[in-house]
Protein backbone atom coordinates (compact mmCIF):
# COMPACT_ATOMS: atom_id res chain seq x y z
CA UNK A 1 0.00 0.00 0.00
CA UNK A 2 1.65 3.42 -0.83
CA UNK A 3 -1.37 5.54 0.61
CA UNK A 4 0.07 9.24 1.47
CA UNK A 5 0.38 10.88 5.00
CA UNK A 6 1.19 14.48 5.95
CA UNK A 7 3.96 14.36 8.07
CA UNK A 8 3.64 18.40 9.48
CA UNK A 9 0.74 20.30 10.16
CA UNK A 10 1.16 22.70 7.77
CA UNK A 11 1.73 21.33 4.06
CA UNK A 12 2.06 22.79 0.64
CA UNK A 13 1.09 25.03 -0.88
CA UNK A 14 -0.14 22.85 -3.74
CA UNK A 15 -2.13 22.85 -6.62
CA UNK A 16 -5.35 21.24 -5.67
CA UNK A 17 -7.82 19.74 -8.35
CA UNK A 18 -11.01 21.32 -6.57
CA UNK A 19 -9.62 24.28 -4.68
CA UNK A 20 -6.95 25.79 -6.75
CA UNK A 21 -3.32 27.15 -4.62
CA UNK A 22 -4.09 25.28 -1.47
CA UNK A 23 -2.16 25.81 1.75
CA UNK A 24 -3.15 22.46 3.61
CA UNK A 25 -3.90 22.40 7.73
CA UNK A 26 -3.43 18.90 8.71
CA UNK A 27 -4.80 18.56 12.29
CA UNK A 28 -4.72 14.81 12.99
CA UNK A 29 -1.38 13.12 13.86
CA UNK A 30 1.54 13.03 11.30
CA UNK A 31 2.39 9.47 11.49
CA UNK A 32 -1.04 8.09 11.50
CA UNK A 33 -4.88 8.29 10.55
CA UNK A 34 -7.43 9.17 13.10
CA UNK A 35 -10.80 9.28 11.69
CA UNK A 36 -14.60 8.33 12.29
CA UNK A 37 -14.78 6.91 8.92
CA UNK A 38 -12.99 4.14 7.55
CA UNK A 39 -13.79 5.11 3.83
CA UNK A 40 -12.42 2.00 1.41
CA UNK A 41 -10.72 4.55 -0.72
CA UNK A 42 -9.20 7.01 1.41
CA UNK A 43 -5.81 8.09 0.62
CA UNK A 44 -4.20 8.06 3.78
CA UNK A 45 -4.71 4.27 4.28
CA UNK A 46 -7.25 2.28 6.11
CA UNK A 47 -7.25 3.14 10.06
CA UNK A 48 -6.11 -0.43 10.77
CA UNK A 49 -3.12 -0.01 8.93
CA UNK A 50 -2.92 3.70 9.78
CA UNK A 51 -2.73 3.70 13.68
CA UNK A 52 -0.71 6.41 15.69
CA UNK A 53 -0.13 6.49 19.13
CA UNK A 54 1.25 10.31 18.29
CA UNK A 55 -0.69 13.44 20.51
CA UNK A 56 -2.61 15.70 18.05
CA UNK A 57 -0.95 18.98 17.77
CA UNK A 58 -1.63 21.65 19.89
CA UNK A 59 -3.46 24.67 19.30
CA UNK A 60 -0.43 26.79 19.41
CA UNK A 61 1.30 24.75 17.22
CA UNK A 62 -0.79 24.91 14.44
CA UNK A 63 -1.10 28.86 15.23
CA UNK A 64 2.59 28.80 15.15
CA UNK A 65 3.41 26.78 11.84
CA UNK A 66 0.67 28.45 9.85
CA UNK A 67 1.55 32.05 10.84
CA UNK A 68 5.59 31.26 10.10
CA UNK A 69 4.27 29.65 6.77
CA UNK A 70 2.07 32.78 5.89
CA UNK A 71 5.10 34.64 6.40
CA UNK A 72 7.58 32.62 4.35
CA UNK A 73 4.74 32.83 1.63
CA UNK A 74 4.55 36.75 1.73
CA UNK A 75 8.35 36.83 1.68
CA UNK A 76 8.60 35.51 -1.53
CA UNK A 77 5.29 36.07 -3.39
CA UNK A 78 3.09 33.05 -3.43
CA UNK A 79 -0.67 33.82 -2.75
CA UNK A 80 -2.51 31.21 -1.56
CA UNK A 81 -6.29 30.72 -2.83
CA UNK A 82 -7.52 29.35 -0.35
CA UNK A 83 -6.45 27.60 3.09
CA UNK A 84 -7.73 24.18 3.40
CA UNK A 85 -8.63 22.02 6.68
CA UNK A 86 -8.03 18.23 5.46
CA UNK A 87 -5.12 15.85 5.91
CA UNK A 88 -4.42 12.54 7.72
CA UNK A 89 -8.39 12.31 8.74
CA UNK A 90 -11.43 14.11 10.28
CA UNK A 91 -10.40 17.84 10.89
CA UNK A 92 -13.44 18.63 13.03
CA UNK A 93 -12.76 15.54 15.46
CA UNK A 94 -9.74 17.71 17.29
CA UNK A 95 -10.65 19.19 20.31
CA UNK A 96 -9.47 22.84 19.75
CA UNK A 97 -11.05 22.39 16.04
CA UNK A 98 -12.93 25.26 17.21
CA UNK A 99 -10.41 27.49 18.54
CA UNK A 100 -7.86 26.89 15.92
CA UNK A 101 -10.57 28.25 13.07
CA UNK A 102 -10.46 31.68 15.18
CA UNK A 103 -7.04 31.62 15.11
CA UNK A 104 -6.83 30.90 11.22
CA UNK A 105 -9.40 33.81 10.83
CA UNK A 106 -7.52 35.84 12.14
CA UNK A 107 -3.87 35.46 10.55
CA UNK A 108 -5.50 34.84 7.08
CA UNK A 109 -6.91 38.57 7.94
CA UNK A 110 -3.79 39.75 8.61
CA UNK A 111 -1.85 38.06 5.48
CA UNK A 112 -3.51 37.04 2.63
CA UNK A 113 -6.96 38.78 3.33
CA UNK A 114 -8.71 37.44 0.16
CA UNK A 115 -7.82 33.44 0.53
CA UNK A 116 -10.64 31.31 1.70
CA UNK A 117 -10.45 29.04 4.30
CA UNK A 118 -12.09 25.43 3.56
CA UNK A 119 -12.66 22.61 5.53
CA UNK A 120 -13.33 19.16 4.38
CA UNK A 121 -15.23 17.18 6.39
CA UNK A 122 -17.06 14.09 6.66
CA UNK A 123 -19.65 15.79 8.56
CA UNK A 124 -20.18 13.33 11.82
CA UNK A 125 -19.72 15.96 14.31
CA UNK A 126 -21.79 18.80 13.18
CA UNK A 127 -24.20 18.17 15.80
CA UNK A 128 -21.58 19.46 18.24
CA UNK A 129 -22.53 23.05 18.57
CA UNK A 130 -18.41 24.54 18.67
CA UNK A 131 -18.10 22.92 15.54
CA UNK A 132 -21.33 23.51 13.85
CA UNK A 133 -20.43 27.05 15.05
CA UNK A 134 -16.99 26.76 13.88
CA UNK A 135 -18.39 26.09 10.22
CA UNK A 136 -20.05 28.90 10.02
CA UNK A 137 -17.11 30.92 10.59
CA UNK A 138 -15.17 29.77 7.11
CA UNK A 139 -16.10 30.42 3.71
CA UNK A 140 -16.62 26.89 2.47
CA UNK A 141 -17.44 24.13 4.33
CA UNK A 142 -17.52 21.24 1.60
CA UNK A 143 -19.67 18.06 3.63
CA UNK A 144 -19.47 14.48 2.58
CA UNK A 145 -22.63 12.70 0.91
CA UNK A 146 -21.47 9.49 -0.22
CA UNK A 147 -24.56 7.93 -0.44
CA UNK A 148 -28.47 7.63 -0.02
CA UNK A 149 -28.41 4.18 0.91
CA UNK A 150 -26.81 3.00 4.36
CA UNK A 151 -25.59 -0.41 3.27
CA UNK A 152 -24.10 1.95 0.69
CA UNK A 153 -22.49 3.72 3.68
CA UNK A 154 -21.50 1.20 5.69
CA UNK A 155 -19.51 -0.44 2.92
CA UNK A 156 -18.17 2.68 1.31
CA UNK A 157 -17.41 5.16 4.73
CA UNK A 158 -17.45 2.51 7.42
CA UNK A 159 -18.68 5.05 9.81
CA UNK A 160 -17.33 3.82 13.43
CA UNK A 161 -21.07 5.55 15.22
CA UNK A 162 -24.05 3.06 14.57
CA UNK A 163 -26.01 5.83 14.29
CA UNK A 164 -24.68 7.82 11.66
CA UNK A 165 -27.43 6.77 9.27
CA UNK A 166 -28.52 8.57 5.78
CA UNK A 167 -31.48 10.13 7.90
CA UNK A 168 -29.23 11.74 10.30
CA UNK A 169 -26.36 12.95 7.84
CA UNK A 170 -29.69 14.65 5.63
CA UNK A 171 -31.55 16.29 8.65
CA UNK A 172 -28.15 17.60 9.67
CA UNK A 173 -26.88 19.08 7.13
CA UNK A 174 -30.24 20.73 6.21
CA UNK A 175 -29.74 22.89 9.28
CA UNK A 176 -26.74 24.50 7.68
CA UNK A 177 -29.70 25.86 5.56
CA UNK A 178 -27.78 26.00 2.00
CA UNK A 179 -24.93 27.64 3.22
CA UNK A 180 -22.63 24.34 2.22
CA UNK A 181 -21.12 22.64 -0.25
CA UNK A 182 -21.45 18.76 -0.69
CA UNK A 183 -18.80 16.69 -1.89
CA UNK A 184 -19.68 12.95 -3.52
CA UNK A 185 -16.78 10.32 -4.19
CA UNK A 186 -18.25 8.41 -7.43
CA UNK A 187 -16.41 5.25 -7.65
CA UNK A 188 -16.86 1.61 -9.26
CA UNK A 189 -15.38 -1.54 -8.78
CA UNK A 190 -16.32 -4.38 -6.12
CA UNK A 191 -15.24 -4.58 -2.42
CA UNK A 192 -15.21 -8.06 -0.83
CA UNK A 193 -16.85 -9.86 -3.66
CA UNK A 194 -19.53 -7.53 -4.32
CA UNK A 195 -19.97 -4.13 -6.29
CA UNK A 196 -19.36 -0.38 -4.91
CA UNK A 197 -20.54 1.38 -7.52
CA UNK A 198 -22.31 4.40 -6.19
CA UNK A 199 -23.90 5.54 -9.72
CA UNK A 200 -26.73 3.03 -10.18
CA UNK A 201 -30.23 4.40 -11.18
CA UNK A 202 -31.42 4.59 -7.75
CA UNK A 203 -28.82 6.20 -6.36
CA UNK A 204 -28.19 8.82 -8.71
CA UNK A 205 -32.27 9.72 -8.19
CA UNK A 206 -32.01 9.45 -4.93
CA UNK A 207 -28.88 11.69 -4.50
CA UNK A 208 -30.23 14.22 -6.67
CA UNK A 209 -33.32 14.05 -4.52
CA UNK A 210 -31.13 14.56 -1.10
CA UNK A 211 -29.52 17.89 -2.76
CA UNK A 212 -33.21 19.11 -3.16
CA UNK A 213 -33.61 18.81 0.84
CA UNK A 214 -29.90 20.48 1.68
CA UNK A 215 -29.95 22.40 -0.81
CA UNK A 216 -26.64 23.24 -1.13
CA UNK A 217 -24.37 26.62 -2.38
CA UNK A 218 -22.12 24.54 -4.71
CA UNK A 219 -21.92 20.85 -5.55
CA UNK A 220 -18.73 19.31 -6.17
CA UNK A 221 -18.34 15.81 -7.42
CA UNK A 222 -14.68 14.16 -8.03
CA UNK A 223 -13.51 9.96 -8.23
CA UNK A 224 -10.39 8.25 -7.43
CA UNK A 225 -7.10 10.45 -8.03
CA UNK A 226 -4.68 8.30 -6.46
CA UNK A 227 -3.47 4.64 -5.33
CA UNK A 228 -6.68 3.61 -3.11
CA UNK A 229 -6.35 1.07 0.03
CA UNK A 230 -8.72 -1.50 -1.43
CA UNK A 231 -6.71 -2.48 -4.47
CA UNK A 232 -9.96 -3.17 -6.77
CA UNK A 233 -11.87 0.26 -7.18
CA UNK A 234 -12.06 2.23 -10.16
CA UNK A 235 -12.20 5.77 -11.40
CA UNK A 236 -15.76 6.38 -12.34
CA UNK A 237 -15.16 7.96 -16.21
CA UNK A 238 -15.45 11.70 -17.22
CA UNK A 239 -18.43 10.44 -19.24
CA UNK A 240 -20.50 9.06 -16.21
CA UNK A 241 -19.19 11.88 -13.82
CA UNK A 242 -20.34 14.30 -16.75
CA UNK A 243 -24.02 12.61 -17.08
CA UNK A 244 -24.67 12.97 -13.15
CA UNK A 245 -23.11 17.05 -13.22
CA UNK A 246 -25.48 17.26 -16.24
CA UNK A 247 -28.97 15.91 -14.29
CA UNK A 248 -27.54 17.87 -11.30
CA UNK A 249 -27.36 21.28 -12.82
CA UNK A 250 -30.94 20.40 -14.86
CA UNK A 251 -32.34 21.07 -11.39
CA UNK A 252 -30.66 24.23 -10.77
CA UNK A 253 -27.35 23.71 -8.81
CA UNK A 254 -23.97 24.60 -9.13
CA UNK A 255 -22.03 21.65 -10.00
CA UNK A 256 -18.03 21.23 -10.23
CA UNK A 257 -16.63 17.83 -11.73
CA UNK A 258 -12.78 16.90 -10.76
CA UNK A 259 -11.68 14.02 -13.13
S1 LIG B 1 -13.60 10.77 5.74
FE1 LIG B 1 -11.82 11.39 4.58
S2 LIG B 1 -10.06 11.03 5.93
FE2 LIG B 1 -11.81 9.91 6.79
S3 LIG B 1 -11.60 7.85 5.96
FE3 LIG B 1 -12.95 9.00 4.58
S4 LIG B 1 -11.61 9.84 2.99
FE4 LIG B 1 -10.30 9.21 4.71
Not at 24 to 32: C, K, Q, R, S, V
Not at 92 to 99: E, I
Not at 132 to 157: E, T
Request: charged fraction near 30%; hydrophobic fraction near 35%; charge should be negative.
Amino acid sequence: MSTILFDKIVFGPVKSRRLGVSLGMNLLPPDGKFCSFDCIYCECGLNDERKTTTRLPTREEAKKQLEETLLAMQAEGTVPDVITFAGNGEPTMHPQFAGIIDDTVELRNNYFPKAKIAVLSNATMIKRKSVFDALLKVDDRILKLDSVLDSRIQQLNAPYSPSFTYEWLVENLKIFEGNLTIQTMFLNGEHKGESVSNMTEEEISGWINALKEIKPRQVMIYTVERETPVKELKKATKEELDAIADRARKEGFDVSVSY
